[in-house]
């Protein structure tokens, strides 16, 4: 790979491929991530357990845009799958199963489950692809609901801190780690599995599914592979979310959480790995920032808060609508826009 004041040129397609080809980028993580390393000694309890919240949705964010954004394969289970992790990884901890081994097998058993609702994909694409998934997520929602012995029903599911050798997980600093490092294997992950086969076959299966199998690309067995590994790591993400609540109940994993991932991916960008995670810390801080407004101006309208909260919903969905209109490929395009911007600057083009 050669580098100039012009931009990258690559003498290979292995050098294109890289997920940071350029050392500038390199370094930039580098130094974002020692900040994160850094800024749980600077940060309150509070904000903490915001960037925990970001991580969990993170991992949950790049799970959906594997399946939805990248292979073209519409889900509405994708909470109904987090919620199969989490209680399988809850389940699984309450026998006396350690932790890690708990989490994984919790990831297992959501990936089987999404590998099972996914076989209508065979014959279903598109909006019936999609009342197919809502219809699993449905389903699920009864089972955690009404499967007692396992889910505890009505009444939840109560965890025990995570432990790893004897070292307790019990506050958000600690959780901050773990999440983080979860959040961090997780993202990498997917992003190799984007320049493997793999990711190519789903790419191809999303752009046009008929070239895709005239060129030897099995169809189903690859729409499986992608349900199952974007179970996995819902389930991934549902366990980790489980076992920072330490308490599970069947309304944390409703429709409104598989509606909030699909936003995710669509404010950030579908299709786009750094999409997802703009998406999870957009629809994350999204609550946070109406209530900051909602201080900010109480002291001229008493009563904002309070109109605020009722339409909680509906600024969630304008700000949705507005996405789609004005800036339909995500904040990841805006991203790149800006980086070719100031990488080209001060010329036009």
């Known amino acids: 790979m050669k580098a100039d004041k ?6 290979s397609y292995g050098q294109e491929n890289q997920i940071f080809p350029s050392p500038v980028q390199k370094t930039c993580l580098g130094a974002f991530l020692l900040f994160l390393l850094i800024v749980p000694f600077i940060l309150d309890s509070y904000y903490l357990s915001l960037f925990n919240l970001i991580f969990i949705a993170v991992i949950g964010a790049v799970s959906l845009n594997l399946i939805t954004g990248i292979c073209g394969q519409i889900s509405l289970g994708h909470g109904a799958f987090m919620g199969v992790g989490a209680y399988a990884t809850g389940y699984f901890m309450n026998l006396g199963i350690n932790f890690f ?13 999404g590998i099972v609702f996914g076989l209508p994909s065979l014959r279903l694409k598109g909006i019936y692809l999609a009342i197919a998934t809502l219809a699993a997520q449905l389903i699920l929602e009864y089972v955690f609901l009404h499967w007692d012995s396992v889910t505890g029903g009505s009444n939840g599911l109560a965890l025990d801190a995570p432990a790893i050798f004897n070292f307790y997980f019990d506050n958000d600093l600690k959780m901050f780690y773990l999440l983080f490092f979860f959040a ?3 993202t990498l992950a997917i ?11 789903f790419v191809s299966i999303r752009d046009f599914y008929l070239s895709a199998e005239v060129i030897g690309i099995n169809l189903f067995q690859y729409k499986l592979y992608a349900f199952g590994i974007s ?25 409104h959480l598989s509606i909030s991932y699909l936003a995710m991916i669509i404010i950030g960008g579908m ?9 999870a810390v957009f629809i994350t801080l999204l609550p946070e920032f109406l209530s900051i407004v909602s201080q ?7 009563d904002i808060s309070t109109y605020l909260l009722g339409l909680k919903e509906g600024i969630f969905g304008l700000i949705l609508i507005l996405f789609l209109i004005f800036e339909p490929e995500g904040l990841a395009h805006r991203w790149h826009l800006i980086k070719a911007y100031f990488k080209l600057y001060p010329f036009a083009h």
């Open 271 to 279: 299709g786009k790995i750094i999409g997802s995670v703009f998406g």
């Open 296 to 302: 900010h101006l109480s002291a001229f309208f008493p």
């Open 101 to 113: 081994e708990a989490l994984l097998l919790g990831g297992l058993v959501a990936s089987l489950v």
């Open 231 to 255: 179970s996995f790591f819902a389930g991934i993400a549902g366990g980790l979310a489980a076992v920072y609540a330490m308490y599970i109940t069947p309304e944390q994993f409703g429709i």
């Open 184 to 186: 961090l294997i997780s």
């Open 191 to 201: 992003s190799n599995l984007m320049r493997s086969k793999y990711g190519r076959a």
């Open 6 to 11: 012009c931009g990258l040129f690559f003498e």
